[in-house]
């Protein structure tokens, strides 16, 4: 008999339209890892979207967007299975059941909530508007628990960001498995993912459309040479140490905003064309100009057949709903063994009704 296949499980949140660092950070390695043959679950953090949810949100049109953008980028509905998150009520459910097992203390230490605890006034909780942030972001590890033990996730790639969460996510499963004395959830595993994380155009450290630094893979050639010709530069870069002209040798000892234009030259040019601008660089030439047009030709090259491919008749917003709707089905029955698993676990016995 064969052996079962690992499932490997990565969140998407809905943001939107998606730019390079969304490629190169997380798009690249789930259409690796589904080339590779590993069997990959890619769901749809709408729910997870609501944590920052400040007023009303067209969060549906974003997963639209952002799931036609990853399909004309290469992720295939055919080798993977990609689904929302909001399609799947059983999640919900383990949430609310794996809640019970866990502590405030546990949550308050998780990196998500430290992070937006840092950013109130005076970096504490303790104001006189008392505490400000919702029992959904202090609850998040839990909910992103959910997601993983719902579909018996194996091995879950994350960055150093979310580490934690699935450690946590783990805990989680042993704390239920040894408590209810079961073996109703699968423990899983956390997989450094290795992501690129690419800087904003304007050299911040990250790229981000709320930053207003982002190249974005739908973005038509004239607005690709736009937002490269904006980006800043200097008159005295000064000088690059070492013989090397490898990027990971040469590009930190550059400006910010001069080091993101040669990460993207390395990233869609050829080599020779990338080592001839490092060497105009060591020189000391006037060079940023021919740099930057030529590096907004690799760019709208390296966007073009995205574009065509979000535009195809095959990939509108209809058959992105029926490829959600048929995964949302492939992925219930897992869910509903879960989540009946642990119901019958803790207690309360099997749901004697579901619509």
Do not use: W
Not at 5 to 24: A, C, D, K, M, W
Not at 61 to 68: A, Q, S, V, W
Not at 126 to 145: C, F, T
């Amino acid at each position: 008999m064969a052996e079962k296949q690992e499932i490997v499980l990565s969140g998407i949140r809905p943001t939107g339209r998606l730019h390079y660092g969304n490629y190169f950070g997380a798009i690249k390695k789930f259409i690796d890892l589904q080339d590779e043959g590993q069997r990959c679950y890619y769901f749809i953090a709408d729910y997870h979207a609501l944590t920052a949810a400040m007023e009303k949100v067209d969060y549906f049109r974003y997963t639209l967007d952002m799931l036609r953008t990853y399909v004309a980028c290469g992720l295939d509905p055919a080798k993977s299975v990609i689904y929302r998150q909001s399609d799947l009520p059983c999640t919900a459910e383990l949430n609310l059941l794996l809640g019970m097992i866990s502590n405030i203390g546990h949550l308050e230490r998780s990196t998500t909530y430290k992070d937006a605890v840092a950013k109130l006034p005076g970096g504490t909780t303790k104001g006189a508007e008392g505490n400000p942030i919702s029992y959904g972001l202090l609850g998040y590890p839990i909910l992103m628990a959910a997601d993983i033990l719902i579909v018996q996730a194996d091995k879950v790639p994350v960055g150093d960001d979310q580490r934690q969460h699935v450690e946590m996510a783990a805990d989680i499963a042993r704390k239920f498995n040894h408590r209810f004395e079961c073996k109703a959830l699968k423990v899983p595993e956390s997989v450094s993912r290795n992501a690129l994380r690419l800087p904003g155009l304007d050299g911040g450290s990250k790229m981000g459309k709320s930053e207003n630094n982002d190249l974005g893979l739908l973005d038509d050639p004239k607005l690709v040479l736009k937002k490269i010709k904006a980006c800043p530069t200097t008159t005295d870069p000064g000088p690059i140490e070492g013989e090397s002209d490898e990027p990971e040798d040469v590009i930190h000892q550059m400006p910010a905003g001069v080091g993101v234009l040669y990460t993207l030259m390395d990233l869609l040019a050829p080599k020779d064309v990338y080592a001839d601008f490092v060497g105009k660089y060591r020189r000391g030439e006037k060079f940023y100009g021919s740099l930057k047009t030529t590096l907004a030709e690799y760019v709208s090259a390296f966007n073009a057949p995205i574009i065509d491919k979000y535009n195809a008749p095959e990939n509108d917003d209809e058959s992105v709903i029926e490829f959600l709707i048929s995964n949302a089905e492939r992925v219930t029955p897992v869910a509903l063994e879960t989540v009946e698993s642990c119901r019958e676990a803790i207690g309360i016995g099997q749901s004697l009704y579901r619509s």
